[in-house]
């Protein structure tokens, strides 16, 4: 009978023995690996920003990932790393225009690494213009001078007189006038000048600059031809608007003659 209980206390031994070894087996080494491929999402534009999406991966937790864009042709062939560029997102540059993006992750964990590379994006497209015409192609309201240039020009569209009505006793006249371009929007920052016409009525005074609404004000001192003949019945006024730094007779200046009523019996 001790014999047999022996035995049977050897076979117990010899059994958890080998469920040590089962046990161990199961923990063996498991480094990430890549079940779905990475992707990327974003419009593939000079200008936007590429995201990537690391897939989806099996292995041990956690893992980490890593990120490196590369830059392949219009095919998705000839790959080269982009140098520095190793976070989730990418922001496409000009030399990106006409290539394709791959972005390879690497995921990781504490019994190893793999990479996975995603398929390539459509071909990205050059930026879009900025401007069409000489005119800023986004935004609203008013324009900056800066941001005009050949073959759009300035428009003198609007004018106001005081007094509105020019007095043969007048000692000032007050003349406002507004630019526009592209469209329509006020202008900031043109160069206004005016002078009346027959000259010497008028003093000529310097160039204004228009605000921020698009007006310029000038003020014209009476000289000694004014009233031009006894039967005056306007103000003729010559106005040019420009960009300074340019050509006065060229660039996007505009000329305009408008005339102002004139009462030579108040």
């Known amino acids: ?52 999406d690391v897939g989806k991966w099996g292995g041990a937790t956690p893992i980490t990932y890593s990120y490196d864009w590369r830059r392949c042709d219009s095919n998705g062939g000839s790959c080269s790393t982009i140098s520095g560029a190793t976070a989730k997102t990418y922001d496409l540059k000009a030399v990106d225009s006409g290539n394709t993006l791959r972005v390879r992750v690497t995921g990781k964990n504490s019994d190893g690494s793999n990479s996975a590379t995603s398929v390539p994006t459509g071909v990205v497209a050059a930026a879009p213009p900025t401007s069409v015409g000489g005119c800023p192609t986004s935004g609203s309201g008013t324009l900056d001078i800066g941001a005009i240039s050949a073959p759009a020009r300035l428009l003198v569209d609007g004018q106001q007189a005081s007094p509105s009505v020019v007095p043969r006793t007048v000692s000032d006249v007050t003349l406002r006038f507004h630019v526009s371009a592209c469209g329509g929007r006020s202008v900031q920052g043109a160069l206004v000048y005016a002078t009346a016409i027959p000259f010497e009525q008028f003093g000529v005074p310097a160039e204004v600059t228009t605000g921020a609404d698009g007006w310029a004000t000038l003020t014209l001192h009476r000289a000694s031809r004014f009233p031009a003949s006894s039967r005056q019945q306007l103000l003729a006024v010559f106005v040019r608007a420009r960009k300074n730094g340019e050509n006065v007779l060229g660039g996007i200046s505009s000329r305009r003659l408008v005339s102002f009523p004139v009462n030579l019996n108040t």
């Open 1 to 52: 009978m001790k014999k047999q209980t022996t035995s049977i206390l050897l076979l117990l031994a010899v059994g958890s023995v080998a469920t040590l070894v089962v046990a161990g087996l199961s923990q063996a080494a498991s480094p990430p690996v890549n079940q779905s491929p990475p992707t990327i999402s974003g419009s593939p534009q000079v200008g936007q920003t590429l995201t990537a």
